[in-house]
């Protein structure tokens, strides 16, 4: 019988791999919809659809590594980071999605919702003052209208499938939408500053590296609370916190 593997598990969902066949267990039907509909979309290599039965949806796993781990030294070279970065544009590329996006649809939304948590975070003691407040200063880089692309939402390095230099997938599709292009570049290059520009190598335009070095910190600061509650530890090497006070 083969190995069942918890891959991830909170609150909101889990993800289990049972041999080569990941299953994903969700209450919010609407995340699946989304996940199904944009990896039928997306012109980049995503896992297969096996079946679905709500609330659970199976998927083929996808064939290498992924990329590299937040807190971790990647084991990706840099001509697979550059594949990554191109993999990443043909997407951005893509015709619109019919749907806006589950999250973050407008800049206006993105200031109350920061500015919201970075008073939480100084209130509970969670982040020191200084340190948010600078990181708040860097994140009014990314809080500008931007032209909506058909981006991923959540582009972890560790959603990222490679073997040698190839992509052979992307997963976690259910933050897809209509976004910001630079959001994805940041999210996959997240705490793994040193591939930054093999990232921008391979999708072949110029970017504003404040943007990216703002969303870093935008993300961040929304997502340390978020992990913290959710058993999962942003105060690790290499991981959340270090990437804000890598902004200092």
Known sequence: MDEVKVVVAHSERATLRVGDVFLKVDADQARIDVEVEAMSLAPVPTPEVLWRKPPV????????????????????????????????RKLHEAP??????????????LVAELDGECELLVTNGVLPADLVTRNRQVAEAALRPWTPAFTHGDLQIGHVFVDGDEVTGIIDWSEAGRGDALFDLATLTLGHEEHLYDVIAGYGTDVDLDVIHAWWSLRSLLGVRWLVEHDFDPFAPGCEVDVLKSRM
């Open 57 to 88: 949806l199976a998927i083929a796993a996808l064939p290498g590594t992924v990329l590299g781990r937040l807190g971790e030294p990647s084991t990706g070279s840099s001509a697979a980071w550059a594949a990554a970065g191109a993999a990443i």
């Open 96 to 109: 619109l999605p019919p749907w806006a996006g589950r999250r973050r649809r407008s800049p206006d939304e």
